[in-house]
């Protein structure tokens, strides 16, 4: 598992390797990622945002915008936490990710951005 705490923002990430998805003859890897998301600061706190870059061994980078996560834009409150779990298709076996997440502190009315850390995305086979 990663951990990072920026301004009081816990974020830790574990991945599962899923399986191999074909899709107009090309094969992707599949990946999960859950990410959870706890407020160590002593203000509400909401996630406006997010920003991903994906790194995949075969390809480029790839940057992945939009507002909130999964469809949500969590309020949390001191101590409270947020979960959520997402998907990552690469073409190669072999990757990473890492982004921030823009927030916004009710108590204040301050915009930030909280890093979310680099996590390597790998399939089981790969380490044999």
């Known amino acids: 598992m990663v951990q990072q ?3 009081g923002i816990k974020i830790s990430i574990s991945t599962n390797f899923q399986g191999t998805h074909f899709e107009n003859s090309t094969m992707y890897f599949v990946f999960s ?8 600061s002593n203000d509400t706190v ?21 507002e909130g996560v999964v469809g949500q834009k969590p309020i949390l409150s001191p101590k409270q936490l947020h979960t959520y ?8 076996p072999i990757g990473s990710m890492s982004g921030y997440y823009n927030m916004i502190n009710f108590a204040t009315t301050k915009k930030f951005r909280v890093h979310i850390p680099t996590f390597q ?3 089981a086979a790969i380490l044999n």
């Open 33 to 40: 990622y859950t990410i959870q998301i706890e407020n160590q």
């Open 121 to 123: 995305l790998m399939a």
């Open 85 to 92: 779990t997402s998907n990552c298709f690469l073409t190669s």
């Open 46 to 66: 909401q996630l406006l945002s997010r920003h991903w870059d994906i790194y995949d061994s075969l390809n480029s980078k790839e940057v992945v915008e939009g």
């Open 5 to 7: 705490v920026t301004k």
